[in-house]
């Protein structure tokens, strides 16, 4: 985690922590509305990204223990 809160800080998230990488409870995660809107607002400036989140939606073949199946979302 100390990559992800050292970034966080370099992009100016400066209440922002990181416990786990998958957001799932963990004491150390926060964040505010603010760090949020730096988060998106240096997301947004990646084509990539732009083109991901502007999907409405996405279909793709998944397998797990010898069944597959597609998934759309």
Do not use: Y
Request: proline letters at 4%; charged letters at 25%.
């Amino acid at each position: 985690m100390l990559m992800m809160n050292k970034l966080a800080a370099e992009l100016g998230m400066k209440s922002s922590t990181f416990g786990n990488p998958h957001g799932l409870p963990h004491p150390q995660n926060g964040s505010t509305a603010e760090d949020v809107a730096t988060l998106i607002g240096r997301c947004l400036e990646s084509e990539f990204f732009r083109e991901v989140v502007s999907c409405r939606s996405f279909r793709c073949w998944t397998e797990n223990e010898g069944v597959r199946r597609e998934v759309v979302w």
